[in-house]
DNA sequence: AACGAGACCTGGCAGC
DNA sequence: TGCTGCCAGGTCTCGT
């Protein structure tokens, strides 16, 4: 979403549907909608990124809503240029720049919410959990969540009607940060690891945000530069590597057709 | 209500 | 060189 931010102002030319089957189909009106709006504010909610638009009298007409799925990706050229293979989506802007949605898997989405109902309401939006960065995310709060579920650990707080934006990497880094076995029930967690874990959660997302997301072999910023840090996690992707607190190797194991890694010593 | 499996889709890589 | 099988960041939907 920083990296689209300079299209904030600008007004649209037009829109290019190239393949609209992403996860679910993208509205073909956009093509007709979106020329002549101005972009009026960037927000994200989730892995939502969402797109206010007015029209020229400064009304609001609606938000786009992106997801970038596993593998998507947005670029902003400075002008047109040759469209990939699995470039999908174009927004093109007055002044010439290119928002380009860019997904191999296509499990990404481009969704209209329409201006009579705040993109809060929309059914995707309705039953998404607290942000995990704002202070609703407390460790009483997961606590009290978990009271119910004999579900692991590791997949109650990847669930988003929890808690957003923990996905695969940082529940696992997370887990081990907060020395937690991600096999443990949930509600065997007590009190003060759910304090723990809410703060280990909170610091292992800012930290990836100030690195600039994680860099992995399909995923960049919006310019197309890595222009961040190769980040080194504590067990992510390190299966069978010495355990960097320990020394122990690093399980790896599968919750919930994912892989899940963690250190068997430090995390009891 | 909660859980687990399946679904969506393409590309990269290891092994034969 | 080519084939097969497995793996990958997400998350909705369905059957139990």
Known sequence: MRGIAPLVGQSVSHVIIRHPTLRWPI??????TLPHARLNRLTRRAKYIL???????????????????????????AQDEAAAKHDHFDIHFADCQVLRLRDPRRFGAVLWSDGHEGVADHPLMKTLGPEPLEPDFTGEYLYRQLRNKTAAIKIAIMDSHLVVGVGNIYASESLFRARI????????????????????????????????????????????????????????????????????????????????FYCAECQR
């Open 27 to 32: 509205p073909s009106h956009l093509v007709e």
């Open 51 to 77: 797109a206010a638009f007015n029209n020229a009298e400064g009304v609001h007409i609606g938000t786009l809503i992106l997801h970038l799925g596993m593998s998507g990706r947005i670029c902003l050229l």
């Open 181 to 260: 076995n991600p096999k443990t029930p949930a509600n065997k967690v007590n009190k003060a690891k759910c304090d723990l874990l809410v703060a280990e959660i909170k610091a292992t997302l800012a930290s990836a945000i100030e690195a600039g997301g994680s860099s992995l072999r399909d995923f960049f910023g919006a310019d197309g530069n890595p222009g961040y840090f190769q980040q080194t996690y504590f067990v992510y992707g390190r299966t069978d590597e010495p355990c960097r607190e320990c020394g122990a190797p690093i399980s790896q194991i599968k919750q919930g057709q994912r892989s899940t």
